[in-house]
Each structure stands twice: as C-alpha cells, then as structure tokens.
C-alpha cells in the first residue's frame, strides 16, 4: 500500500508561481505512473498532469499546458508540480495519485490511479 502526502499548497497572487510536492511512502513509488488533479469547489475533480514511471513522458491539461510542469526524483520517492503563471480559476484541491501497475506509463483518467493523496489547497487571488 502505497500512501501519498501532498505539500506547498497555499495562497498566491495570479501571475504567480506556487510548488507541489508528493512524497511517496514506498519504494515501489519509483515504479509508478504518476498523476496530478485539482477539484474546485461545486466542480467535478480533474486531471491536470500525469508523469510515466520513469519520467520519460508527460502529458498535461489544456488549462495548464505551458503555464505547469510535472516532474519526479524516483531517488527521493517524491513527484512535483510546478504551477507558474497561476490564474484565479486553477484555485482548487490538489491531489496526487500514482497508479498500482508496474512501469505505468502516463493517464488522464482517474479510474486509473490506486493510490491518492489527501489533498492541498491552492489558492490564487485575483
């Protein structure tokens, strides 16, 4: 069982940048797809990012392409995300997820992920 603490959540001025960090409790991580969603308040969760086991590949949201990065250091069992550029409506929850299949590759889909992080709120001011 793998369990997923999210951290560097907090409040930003848009045209801000904010970190997020998703710190994996096993080894096991380092075998992981990994993804990012965010849920907004009275909105339905949505994927943002997603990363391949070995970080080969990535793929992103529209709302977010060019503006967040996602990356992983399989050394310390821990994913990012690095939101720049932040507007008032990427204001939501957070969460990491990492998927129960050995060297997963990249997903959007929710349904794909085992395992997920109890969330961190991100707020950007307008």
């Known amino acids: 069982q793998v369990q997923l603490v999210e951290s560097g959540g907090g409040l930003v001025q848009a045209g801000g940048s904010l970190g997020l960090s998703c710190a994996a409790s096993e080894r096991t991580f380092y075998y992981l797809g990994v993804g990012w969603f965010r849920q907004a308040p009275g909105k339905e969760r949505e994927f943002v990012a997603t990363i391949s086991w070995s970080g080969s590949r990535t793929d992103y949201a529209d709302s977010v392409k060019g503006r967040f990065t996602i990356s992983r250091d399989n050394a310390k069992n821990t994913a990012y995300l690095h939101m720049n550029i932040l507007k008032p409506e990427d204001t939501a929850v957070y969460y990491c997820?990492?998927?129960?299949?050995?060297?997963?590759?990249?997903?959007?889909?929710?349904?794909?992920?085992?395992?997920w992080g109890q969330g961190t709120q991100v707020t950007v001011s307008s």
């Open positions: 997820a990492a998927r129960g299949t050995y060297y997963s590759g990249t997903s959007y889909r929710e349904a794909d992920y085992d395992y």
